[in-house]
């Protein structure tokens, strides 16, 4: 066909998500820049080298004008975009003679699909058909290009497929009959520019005022879930517009929120490069994009990478000399910034990048005053803050109540306990900061804090909760702790996190899934597309959704165990503060362990000791109470251990 200049039409459909149908629902008018996205990101999954080879010829004919794409969506009167593919397998075949070729069926075009299945495929020749059966199919085939068909909506989509498929373009090979000669290299096929009808809120503005103004530099302080990403993509835009050529590199702690920001990317018309897997994948994409850049033949190149590619050698060694030679602007974009301040990570900060900025909704280290300082003196300080109050007041984050529950130690939890206190009290007598606590002090305070978040009795209270509510929870998260507890099915010792998906599958009937560093991406991708889907009841984790996952639609959440860090409860509550249909406001029981009576019989230091230890509890505590629609419940709930401790004003 190339060698000819043949056209090909072909009408495909996307698959879907219910995220992606509400999407499409929002933008019905233009729904274009919606479905490049989904498009984007599912072309971004293949690694199959055969579907890549296929992508190769693909991108060559539409290089040479050759391919046209449409899109069909399923559709109904009520409700408008709706989840199912349209799957039928058909096509014909046209020469310059008016013969033609349909067939009908398929051929699963896989190794299982060739040598082991049992495929059906039907062809039909025009100069044979006494059925018209070919007729009939050049007929069904234009009236659905056309738009006819009722139930679907068919949408102009080669442009787009076009960029999208630029990157799949191997030079050395294309298709027979096809040669750069006879095809126009694309010019500026990355575009990067906000999606049609997007409309920022005030304080988003505010936020890219107050970094523009600062020079280019600094950090958004904003609530999780207030938008940062969003905030952030505009503002590389308006970059974008002034600089070019430009590469934006936005820097993620996790992979799994690498492909959030791809997936936000795409719909600002940009296809990014994925470093966060194997460097064979990346790298040369990767080289080829600089050199793009510096040939004037794409003006934007976005990258996503992990903190963990971002600091190793060979991705450093790439952009180092580019950034040296001055020839093309850069924009660094940290999400959740203040992990670059490790000591690694802070090595790695390009200091030949002008442009900087920073998101988290808690720049501060915890317990690490020189890494918040470094973070803060690179990215130009904190420029802009919004805070959980303000967004919860204008309504982009959904209001909560919240229940303090405190639980007691076992005996044996409890002598275990006043041991380590006396210990500690020795250590940390005289200490005047933190600073001054010795490593084995923290290596007790680490034991310690271990045995208050896996506190067994934590599990009973649980149980007794979940017994005790009218209704079984829906769209919950559980946070463990990674500390080892008694079962409370079979009494043996386990991780927290094992006995309580069991607590809750056997004896409450609920279906939850772990959520861990041990489930992979894949694994990770069904466990969340079920949650979503309303299949699980809940997830349960330790710390992989603290950070970055979108879940608006959680509803009630179980702290098991969490540490004094504010960033860590800060983010958890956020998880569940995210707008949603049908959210009047988000549940968050809190179970804190209450430090056991010691009788006086291990002195002041000691004393003094729990009483430092319960403040920083309850400062946590008081964070979640001031903002609670029940905020005067919450409180008096605890105003007995308030009052032992002498902490009345702990707010």
């Given at each position: 066909?190339?060698?000819r200049h043949?056209?090909m039409r072909?009408v495909?459909s996307?698959h879907?998500e219910?995220?992606?149908?509400?999407?499409?629902?929002?933008a019905?008018?233009n729904p274009?820049?919606v479905l490049r996205s989904?498009v984007a990101?599912g072309l971004?999954?293949?690694?199959d080298?055969l579907v890549?080879?296929?992508?190769?010829a693909l991108?060559?004919l539409?290089?040479?004008?050759?391919?046209?794409?449409k899109?069909?969506?399923?559709?109904?009167?009520?409700?408008?975009?709706?989840?199912g593919l349209?799957h039928?397998?058909?096509g014909v075949?046209?020469?310059?003679?008016?013969?033609h070729?349909a067939?009908?069926g398929s051929?699963?075009?896989t190794?299982g699909?060739l040598?082991?299945?049992?495929?059906?495929l039907e062809?039909?020749?025009s100069?044979?058909?006494?059925e018209a059966r070919v007729q009939?199919a050049?007929?069904?085939?234009e009236?659905?290009?056309q738009?006819k068909?009722?139930s679907?909506?068919?949408i102009?989509f080669?442009?787009?497929s076009a960029e999208?498929?630029?990157r799949?373009r191997?030079?050395?090979?294309?298709?027979?009959g096809?040669?750069?000669?006879t095809v126009?290299e694309?010019?500026?096929?990355?575009v990067?520019?906000p999606?049609?009808g997007?409309?920022l809120?005030?304080?988003?503005?505010n936020?890219?005022?107050?970094?523009s103004?600062a020079?280019?530099?600094?950090?958004?302080?904003?609530?999780t879930?207030?938008?940062?990403?969003?905030?952030?993509?505009?503002?590389?835009?308006k970059?974008?517009?002034?600089?070019?050529p430009?590469?934006?590199?936005?820097?993620?702690?996790?992979i799994?929120?690498?492909?959030?920001w791809?997936?936000?990317?795409?719909?600002f018309?940009?296809i990014?490069?994925?470093c966060?897997?194997?460097?064979?994948?990346?790298?040369?994409?990767?080289d080829e994009?600089?050199?793009r850049?510096?040939?004037?033949?794409?003006?934007v190149?976005v990258?996503?990478?992990?903190?963990?590619t971002f600091?190793?050698?060979?991705f450093?060694?790439?952009?180092?000399?580019?950034?040296?030679?001055?020839t093309?602007?850069?924009l660094?974009i940290?999400?959740?910034?203040?992990?670059?301040?490790?000591?690694?990570?802070r090595a790695?900060?390009?200091?030949?990048?002008a442009?900087?900025?920073?998101?988290s909704?808690?720049?501060?280290?915890?317990?690490?005053?020189?890494?918040?300082s470094?973070v803060l003196?690179?990215?130009g300080g904190?420029?802009f803050e919004?805070?959980?109050?303000?967004?919860?007041a204008?309504?982009r984050?959904s209001?909560y109540r919240y229940?303090?529950?405190?639980v007691?130690l076992?005996?044996?939890?409890?002598?275990?306990y006043l041991?380590?206190?006396?210990?500690?009290?020795?250590f940390?007598?005289?200490?005047?900061?933190?600073?001054e606590?010795n490593?084995?002090?923290?290596?007790?305070?680490?034991?310690?804090?271990?045995?208050?978040?896996?506190a067994?009795?934590?599990?009973?209270?649980?149980d007794t909760l979940?017994?005790?509510m009218?209704?079984?929870?829906k769209?919950?998260?559980?946070?463990?702790?990674?500390?080892?507890?008694?079962?409370?099915i079979?009494?043996e010792e386990?991780?927290q996190i094992?006995?309580?998906a069991r607590?809750?599958?056997?004896?409450?009937?609920?279906?939850?899934?772990?959520?861990t560093?041990?489930e992979?991406?894949?694994?990770?991708d069904?466990?969340?597309r079920d949650?979503?889907s309303g299949?699980?009841?809940g997830i349960?984790?330790?710390?992989c959704?603290?950070?970055g996952?979108?879940?608006?639609d959680?509803?009630?959440?179980?702290l098991?165990a969490?540490?004094t860090n504010?960033r860590?409860?800060i983010?958890r509550?956020?998880r569940l503060?995210?707008?949603?249909?049908?959210?009047?406001?988000?549940?968050i029981?809190d179970?804190?362990?209450?430090?056991?009576?010691?009788?006086?019989?291990?002195?002041d230091?000691a004393?003094?000791?729990e009483?430092r230890?319960?403040e920083r509890?309850?400062?946590r505590?008081?964070?979640?109470?001031?903002a609670?629609?029940?905020n005067?419940?919450a409180?008096g709930?605890?105003l007995?251990?308030r009052m032992k401790?002498?902490?009345l004003a702990?707010r």
């Amino acid at each position: 066909m190339a060698s000819r200049h043949g056209k090909m039409r072909l009408v495909v459909s996307p698959h879907l998500e219910p995220d992606d149908i509400a999407a499409l629902r929002r933008a019905q008018d233009n729904p274009s820049a919606v479905l490049r996205s989904i498009v984007a990101r599912g072309l971004d999954e293949i690694e199959d080298a055969l579907v890549r080879d296929r992508l190769n010829a693909l991108s060559w004919l539409a290089a040479a004008g050759m391919l046209e794409i449409k899109l069909a969506v399923r559709i109904d009167a009520e409700s408008g975009f709706r989840r199912g593919l349209f799957h039928v397998k058909t096509g014909v075949f046209s020469d310059t003679n008016g013969a033609h070729v349909a067939f009908t069926g398929s051929a699963n075009e896989t190794a299982g699909g060739l040598l082991e299945n049992f495929e059906h495929l039907e062809v039909f020749r025009s100069w044979t058909d006494p059925e018209a059966r070919v007729q009939a199919a050049i007929e069904d085939f234009e009236t659905l290009w056309q738009g006819k068909e009722p139930s679907l909506r068919v949408i102009e989509f080669s442009k787009a497929s076009a960029e999208l498929l630029e990157r799949y373009r191997d030079p050395n090979s294309p298709p027979l009959g096809l040669t750069l000669l006879t095809v126009r290299e694309p010019k500026a096929t990355q575009v990067f520019a906000p999606p049609p009808g997007l409309e920022l809120r005030s304080y988003q503005k505010n936020a890219i005022r107050a970094w523009s103004q600062a020079g280019g530099k600094g950090i958004l302080a904003m609530a999780t879930g207030a938008g940062k990403t969003l905030t952030a993509l505009v503002l590389a835009s308006k970059v974008a517009e002034r600089n070019h050529p430009l590469v934006i590199i936005i820097v993620c702690p996790f992979i799994n929120l690498c492909l959030q920001w791809t997936k936000e990317v795409a719909a600002f018309g940009a296809i990014p490069i994925g470093c966060f897997e194997a460097r064979a994948q990346w790298q040369r994409p990767l080289d080829e994009a600089y050199q793009r850049l510096s040939a004037g033949l794409d003006a934007v190149q976005v990258i996503v990478t992990t903190n963990a590619t971002f600091q190793g050698e060979t991705f450093q060694r790439t952009i180092a000399p580019r950034i040296a030679a001055g020839t093309i602007h850069h924009l660094l974009i940290a999400d959740e910034v203040h992990n670059l301040g490790a000591d690694r990570a802070r090595a790695a900060l390009p200091d030949g990048i002008a442009l900087r900025l920073g998101l988290s909704a808690t720049p501060e280290r915890h317990f690490d005053p020189e890494g918040t300082s470094a973070v803060l003196d690179y990215f130009g300080g904190i420029q802009f803050e919004y805070d959980l109050t303000q967004a919860i007041a204008e309504g982009r984050l959904s209001p909560y109540r919240y229940y303090p529950i405190p639980v007691e130690l076992t005996d044996e939890e409890t002598d275990e306990y006043l041991d380590l206190t006396a210990k500690l009290a020795k250590f940390i007598h005289g200490a005047d900061s933190d600073s001054e606590i010795n490593q084995s002090a923290m290596r007790l305070l680490v034991r310690r804090a271990r045995l208050l978040g896996a506190a067994a009795n934590k599990l009973n209270a649980l149980d007794t909760l979940l017994a005790e509510m009218d209704n079984p929870p829906k769209k919950a998260i559980f946070y463990c702790g990674d500390g080892r507890t008694t079962d409370q099915i079979n009494k043996e010792e386990t991780r927290q996190i094992q006995a309580v998906a069991r607590l809750l599958g056997e004896r409450h009937q609920l279906r939850v899934r772990n959520f861990t560093y041990r489930e992979g991406p894949a694994e990770r991708d069904d466990i969340l597309r079920d949650f979503r889907s309303g299949f699980l009841d809940g997830i349960v984790a330790i710390r992989c959704l603290d950070e970055g996952i979108d879940l608006p639609d959680l509803r009630i959440g179980f702290l098991l165990a969490s540490s004094t860090n504010p960033r860590q409860f800060i983010q958890r509550r956020g998880r569940l503060l995210r707008n949603a249909p049908d959210k009047p406001y988000a549940i968050i029981y809190d179970f804190m362990v209450v430090p056991p009576d010691m009788d006086g019989g291990h002195g002041d230091a000691a004393f003094n000791l729990e009483r430092r230890f319960l403040e920083r509890e309850l400062a946590r505590v008081g964070g979640f109470c001031t903002a609670a629609l029940n905020n005067e419940e919450a409180m008096g709930s605890l105003l007995d251990i308030r009052m032992k401790y002498n902490l009345l004003a702990f707010r």
